[in-house]
């Protein structure tokens, strides 16, 4: 069955965390004392204006020296790579006019120059960028910078002053956000109560599903709500806390659980790292949030003009990467950092990025465990899994578990995960840790072809946290241990639960005509599924899957080649599969062998992992699908009532 990605509880820093960032240390360590050669001296003069956060990013060459600028062609490659040193350095040596070309080049400088305490040097770097500017946006941009510098220095009433002058020209919410993160840090509590206050509706609309437009809107809601229930958490405000928190709680009652967990967090302090903090940490959190306003700014007007969005946005990371340089013990925007990278699958920036943290955590060991398994260096990532285990305390522990679970089932280490998972589940104490662990040891026990064992794992998740994600997967469980009919019934409930949902149709589709003979019904549904997402990479396979079904294989090749497309840099094991068999029976044996042999080195579940072996070796020996005329296709195909289940 086609799953979408599970969508975690939305209680962002109250909620029970399972995501691990994933990165690593890909800097060569040094094992030898090499003497200085000219060029090294020459970076090491370059580089000493500069904070010693941006040194500390340097990436680092085979000798244990700096790479410097000239190892990057323009200064987005040094963004990539995470080494900061080299992009400020580059940065600043632009011609003014192409310097001008942005305020974000001016702001890079000066918030360098303020992370090695020059505040006088940053404030007249700004103040230079805004006369040369005279742009009125540029210039309350410039500004809220300088009432930040200030505040550093620590002349909190010119700073607050400055900054709500200068609010009402930011993006979105970030000024208001800002103005409270100061507030906050300079001491000043209840005045940021009364912006959050000021900022959090009345009544909240969660999102339908995933592709809904109100997704954008919500998740800022939802980061005001869970500030606003921190600050008030932390000064002994409890109930009041948790009335606020009730908000999104009633907003998506079927995530009541996890609520009810993230509830138990403000009273308790479990999973809560809740410490007032530094005006340095304010900072470079407002500096996130206006990084990440803005590239949404510039997805909408993309999509306005027509276009889309690809690829790594480079102006977010060097903005996001400079304000870790602000607070580099920041984790939130180092995990953010470092998932941004990974998902334009640029390994050794991530990899660089979670390396150059002051301190070497569990998370980060998991993170570099992931990165050595993405790069086939199996031994070094257990390596890293055992010294994650050793770095973790009581509080980082299960999370730390997730993520070597999650690992050793990716390397195939059955006996390791088997151990893992029965200590994940006795460590689980509420009801939305236990669910989780069932959850983790379905996917764990589906991995290895246990499937008897996966649907019981699934039915306990079910039973402990009865919501859509934990229906549908026990429905993926069933369908693998063959008990279709019950697992049918399931997914056409809840296709009439979420009608305009388009995972939720791909989901039923795929498995119809994946896992029964319906297979006109199946090509409808993910007809529509299509047509509801077009740019879907799984749901392109899907419809892909139904036409080679169908004996289309041209088409069938058509829509998975642009699956497969549309995921590039990444890969998945199921869309090389089908794009094999597609191939065979096309007379392309040898593009046919690349794709089973990429599926393959894609971890695939134990089933699926032998079916490849087979193919790789005795190819396939069955007839090509039989074409059929394909059904016709409208609107209200995939709609299901209740006499349908």
């Given at each position: 069955?086609?799953?979408?990605?599970?969508?975690?509880?939305?209680a962002?820093?109250l909620?029970?965390?399972?995501?691990?960032?994933?990165?690593?240390?890909?800097?060569?360590?040094?094992?030898?004392v090499?003497?200085?050669?000219?060029?090294?001296?020459?970076?090491?003069?370059?580089?000493?204006?500069?904070?010693?956060?941006?040194?500390?990013?340097?990436?680092?060459?085979?000798?244990?020296?700096?790479?410097?600028?000239?190892?990057?062609?323009?200064?987005?490659?040094?963004?990539?790579?995470?080494?900061?040193?080299?992009?400020i350095?580059?940065?600043r040596?632009?011609?003014m006019?192409?310097?001008?070309?942005?305020?974000?080049?001016?702001?890079?400088?000066?918030?360098?120059?303020?992370?090695?305490?020059?505040?006088?040097?940053?404030?007249?770097?700004?103040?230079?960028?805004?006369?040369?500017?005279?742009?009125?946006?540029?210039?309350?941009?410039?500004?809220?910078l300088?009432?930040?510098?200030?505040?550093?220095?620590?002349?909190?009433?010119?700073?607050?002053?400055?900054?709500?002058?200068?609010?009402?020209?930011?993006?979105?919410?970030?000024?208001?956000?800002?103005?409270?993160?100061?507030?906050?840090?300079?001491?000043?509590?209840?005045?940021?109560?009364?912006?959050?206050?000021?900022?959090?509706?009345?009544?909240?609309?969660?999102?339908?599903?995933?592709?809904?437009?109100k997704?954008?809107?919500?998740?800022?809601?939802?980061?005001?709500?869970?500030?606003?229930?921190?600050?008030?958490?932390?000064?002994?405000?409890?109930?009041?806390?948790?009335?606020?928190?009730?908000?999104?709680?009633?907003?998506?009652?079927?995530?009541?659980?996890?609520?009810?967990?993230?509830?138990?967090?403000?009273?308790?302090?479990k999973?809560?790292?809740?410490?007032?903090q530094?005006?340095?940490?304010?900072?470079?959190?407002?500096?996130?949030?206006?990084?990440?306003?803005?590239?949404?700014?510039?997805?909408?007007?993309?999509?306005?003009?027509?276009?889309?969005?690809?690829?790594?946005?480079?102006?977010?990371?060097?903005?996001?990467?400079?304000a870790?340089l602000?607070?580099?013990?920041?984790?939130?925007?180092?995990?953010?950092?470092?998932?941004?990278?990974?998902?334009?699958?640029?390994?050794?920036?991530?990899?660089?990025?979670a390396?150059?943290?002051?301190?070497a955590?569990?998370?980060?060991?998991?993170?570099?465990?992931?990165?050595?398994?993405?790069?086939?260096?199996?031994?070094d990532?257990?390596?890293?899994?055992?010294?994650?285990?050793?770095?973790?305390?009581?509080?980082?522990?299960l999370?730390?578990?997730y993520?070597?679970?999650?690992?050793?089932?990716?390397?195939?280490?059955?006996?390791?995960?088997?151990?893992?998972?029965?200590?994940?589940?006795?460590?689980?104490?509420?009801?939305?840790?236990?669910?989780?662990?069932?959850?983790?040891?379905?996917?764990?026990?589906?991995?290895?072809?246990?499937?008897?064992?996966?649907?019981?794992?699934?039915?306990?998740?079910?039973?402990?946290?009865?919501?859509?994600?934990?229906?549908?997967?026990?429905?993926?469980a069933?369908?693998?241990?063959?008990?279709?009919?019950?697992?049918?019934?399931i997914?056409?409930?809840?296709?009439?639960?979420?009608?305009?949902?388009?995972?939720?149709?791909?989901?039923?589709?795929?498995?119809?005509?994946?896992?029964?003979?319906?297979?006109e019904?199946?090509?409808?549904?993910?007809?529509?599924?299509?047509?509801?997402?077009?740019?879907?990479?799984?749901?392109?396979?899907?419809?892909g899957?139904?036409y080679?079904?169908?004996?289309?294989l041209?088409?069938?090749?058509?829509?998975?080649?642009?699956?497969?497309?549309?995921?590039?840099?990444?890969?998945?094991?199921?869309?090389?599969?089908?794009?094999?068999?597609?191939?065979?029976?096309?007379?392309?044996?040898?593009?046919?062998?690349?794709?089973?042999?990429?599926?393959?080195?894609?971890?695939?579940?134990?089933?699926?992992?032998?079916?490849?072996?087979?193919?790789?070796?005795?190819?396939?020996?069955?007839?090509?699908?039989?074409?059929?005329?394909?059904?016709?296709?409208?609107?209200?195909?995939?709609?299901?009532?209740?006499?349908?289940?």
């Amino acid at each position: 069955m086609r799953l979408k990605n599970s969508v975690a509880a939305s209680a962002l820093a109250l909620s029970f965390c399972l995501t691990v960032s994933l990165g690593a240390c890909t800097s060569a360590p040094v094992t030898e004392v090499v003497e200085n050669q000219p060029e090294d001296i020459a970076i090491a003069e370059t580089y000493s204006g500069l904070s010693q956060a941006a040194r500390d990013t340097s990436v680092l060459d085979a000798r244990g020296k700096p790479v410097g600028p000239d190892a990057y062609a323009v200064p987005s490659d040094a963004v990539k790579a995470g080494d900061m040193a080299a992009f400020i350095t580059m940065t600043r040596n632009l011609d003014m006019e192409d310097r001008d070309a942005s305020p974000l080049f001016d702001a890079f400088i000066a918030l360098d120059e303020a992370a090695a305490g020059k505040f006088e040097d940053a404030r007249q770097t700004l103040a230079d960028a805004s006369a040369r500017s005279g742009e009125a946006g540029e210039t309350s941009f410039y500004i809220y910078l300088d009432a930040w510098l200030l505040a550093l220095e620590g002349d909190a009433d010119e700073a607050i002053n400055r900054h709500r002058g200068a609010a009402g020209g930011m993006p979105g919410l970030t000024g208001d956000l800002s103005l409270a993160a100061m507030l906050d840090a300079l001491g000043r509590p209840e005045q940021a109560l009364a912006v959050y206050e000021a900022m959090t509706p009345s009544k909240i609309e969660a999102p339908e599903h995933q592709f809904d437009p109100k997704g954008l809107l919500y998740s800022h809601i939802r980061t005001v709500i869970s500030r606003h229930a921190l600050l008030l958490q932390r000064l002994g405000r409890i109930d009041e806390a948790k009335a606020v928190y009730q908000k999104l709680a009633d907003a998506e009652p079927e995530e009541a659980i996890s609520y009810a967990a993230a509830m138990d967090s403000l009273e308790t302090g479990k999973n809560l790292r809740n410490q007032p903090q530094t005006v340095a940490e304010a900072f470079s959190q407002s500096l996130s949030d206006v990084s990440r306003a803005l590239q949404e700014q510039r997805i909408i007007r993309r999509i306005m003009m027509g276009g889309r969005v690809e690829g790594f946005d480079d102006q977010r990371s060097a903005f996001d990467q400079v304000a870790l340089l602000i607070s580099p013990e920041n984790e939130d925007l180092r995990s953010g950092i470092i998932d941004e990278m990974y998902a334009s699958a640029l390994y050794d920036g991530v990899a660089h990025v979670a390396n150059s943290a002051p301190e070497a955590t569990a998370a980060l060991q998991i993170a570099a465990a992931q990165a050595k398994l993405m790069s086939g260096k199996e031994d070094d990532a257990r390596a890293a899994i055992d010294r994650a285990l050793s770095l973790t305390d009581e509080d980082d522990r299960l999370s730390t578990l997730y993520g070597a679970l999650q690992l050793h089932s990716r390397m195939n280490d059955e006996k390791a995960s088997r151990t893992l998972i029965q200590e994940v589940i006795a460590m689980s104490e509420n009801p939305a840790e236990k669910a989780a662990a069932h959850g983790l040891a379905t996917d764990i026990y589906n991995q290895f072809g246990d499937s008897q064992q996966a649907v019981e794992h699934a039915e306990q998740a079910r039973d402990l946290d009865d919501t859509h994600d934990r229906r549908v997967v026990l429905a993926d469980a069933l369908g693998r241990n063959g008990q279709i009919n019950e697992a049918l019934a399931i997914l056409r409930t809840e296709r009439l639960s979420r009608p305009n949902d388009p995972y939720m149709l791909n989901t039923l589709g795929y498995f119809l005509i994946e896992r029964t003979d319906k297979l006109e019904e199946g090509f409808k549904v993910l007809s529509r599924a299509r047509a509801m997402a077009e740019r879907d990479p799984y749901i392109a396979d899907s419809l892909g899957w139904a036409y080679f079904k169908l004996g289309h294989l041209s088409e069938a090749k058509r829509l998975i080649e642009l699956a497969r497309k549309e995921l590039e840099p990444h890969q998945h094991w199921e869309i090389e599969y089908h794009l094999g068999d597609i191939y065979w029976y096309l007379g392309d044996k040898e593009d046919a062998e690349a794709a089973w042999q990429t599926a393959l080195d894609n971890r695939p579940p134990a089933a699926e992992k032998v079916a490849l072996a087979d193919r790789l070796a005795n190819g396939l020996n069955v007839p090509e699908p039989e074409r059929k005329a394909l059904p016709d296709v409208s609107l209200t195909d995939g709609e299901v009532g209740r006499q349908d289940i």
